[in-house]
């Protein structure tokens, strides 16, 4: 039992120590057993699918998204409202990071008028953008309103 407390107290410190999370798999668990509880950067390689939870609440039960400050996404086939879902949970983020957009014309104006893309656009507090993917003025236009 001693050894078995030790391994739990070792692997729990370990994690404490861990600020930036990198995620490249396919798949997330919906309930992870590995918590971050002091991440505050968090990369996503892969779109990953989920069975049942949203993106975000899947996330936030493997690090608080409240306390990330920055976000990297290097995926096309995260859609732009999900991206809003989830950046309406980091509360805290100033550096926004998307390698591959993927713009749908009419998911984006419909997005727009989306309560999410609201909120996101009147609270975030993002202050770096990165974009590393070419789009036409509108679309750029479009997030520089909800990001910026």
Do not use: G, W
């Not at 998307?98 to 202050?127: G, H, M, P, R, W």
């Amino acid at each position: 039992e001693f050894n078995s407390q030790l391994y739990l107290h070792i692997q729990e410190n370990n994690f404490n120590s861990v600020k930036h999370v990198y995620i490249c798999s396919k798949y997330l668990p919906n309930h992870s057993v590995i918590y971050f509880p002091n991440a505050n950067e968090f990369t996503i390689e892969h779109y990953f699918n989920t069975t049942y939870d949203s993106i975000s609440t899947i996330l936030n039960c493997m690090l608080p998204l409240k306390q990330l400050t920055k976000l990297v996404i290097q995926s096309s086939h995260f859609s732009f409202k999900q991206i809003i879902n989830l950046i309406r949970f980091t509360l805290n983020l100033h550096t926004l990071k998307l390698d591959l957009l993927s713009f749908n014309e009419t998911n984006l104006n419909l997005s727009q008028q989306n309560e999410a893309f609201q909120y996101v656009s009147n609270t975030n507090k993002i202050q770096t953008l990165e974009l590393r993917e070419s789009c036409t003025l509108e679309n750029f236009q479009v997030i520089i309103n909800v990001f910026l």
